[in-house]
T-cell receptor, first 115, second 112 residues
Framework: DTGVSQDPRHKITKRGQNVTFRCDPISEHNRLYWYRQTLGQGPEFLTYFQNEAQLEKSRLLSDRFSAERPKGSFSTLEIQRTEQGDSAMYLC?????????????FGQGTRLTVV | EDKVVQSPLSLVVHEGDTVTLNCSYEVTNFRSLLWYKQEKKAPTFLFMLTSSGIEKKSGRLSSILDKKELFSILNITATQTGDSAVYLCGAKRGGATNKLIFGTGTLLAVQP
């Protein structure tokens, strides 16, 4: 495992459809983050998992968004009833707990386009 | 409210120039500051800074943190066209969250 893996890389969907993205973190990393990035902006925090526990959700994460990390390994982010404003790059990052070296490494992202 | 501000927003230089990118932050329970380079895809990690005054260096890139004045700089010497990218600064909160709060980034364009 050489890095954080996200799938799919690109997704085009019609407004109102549901979409699900997957993130596979670096294998020994117990922390997992989801971010959203729109053009010309830095990544915005969405949610954070430590192992399987979802410890924080941003106010940006409306009730149409849900994230899971059922076994503390891979994570999924689902968006229900997509809207055009959901179009963005969805980035996943992972890091290791403790040891003072907890830099986060990002995946390649899933670019969502809602038409 | 936590915030990270980067300046300049964009910068155009010629190969061989030296550039300095700025990042100021106001973050509750600040833990560390991270710099990333983003070309068309995912941000790639450059530096993590936790202590004031200690320069981190990697090749032509270097960075330093001032926790008293709440800012960091990223220096790139002898710039090359391959340095063209968006440079993101993120401040990490400590505690249970450990989330990174990012600035909008500095878009650097290095012309031949």
């Amino acid at each position: 495992d050489t890095g954080v893996s996200q799938d799919p890389r690109h997704k085009i969907t019609k407004r109102g459809q549901n979409v699900t993205f997957r993130c596979d973190p670096i294998s020994e990393h117990n922390r997992l983050y989801w971010y959203r990035q729109t053009l010309g902006q830095g990544p915005e925090f969405l949610t954070y998992f430590q192992n399987e526990a979802q410890l924080e959700k941003s106010r940006l994460l409306s009730d149409r968004f849900s994230a899971e990390r059922p076994k503390g390994s891979f994570s999924t982010l689902e968006i229900q009833r997509t809207e055009q404003g959901d179009s963005a790059m969805y980035l996943c990052a992972s890091s290791r707990d403790g040891g003072g070296s907890d830099e986060a490494f990002f995946g390649q992202g899933t670019r969502l386009t809602v038409v | 409210e936590d915030k990270v501000v980067q300046s300049p927003l964009s910068l155009v230089v010629h190969e061989g120039d030296t550039v300095t990118l700025n990042c100021s932050y106001e973050v509750t329970n600040f833990r560390s500051l991270l710099w990333y380079k983003q070309e068309k895809k995912a941000p790639t990690f450059l530096f993590m800074l936790t202590s004031s005054g200690i320069e981190k260096k990697s090749g032509r890139l270097s960075s330093i943190l001032d926790k008293k004045e709440l800012f960091s700089i990223l220096n790139i010497t002898a710039t090359q066209t391959g340095d063209s990218a968006v440079y993101l600064c993120g401040a990490k909160r400590g505690g249970a969250t450990n989330k990174l709060i990012f600035g909008t980034g500095t878009l650097l364009a290095v012309q031949p």
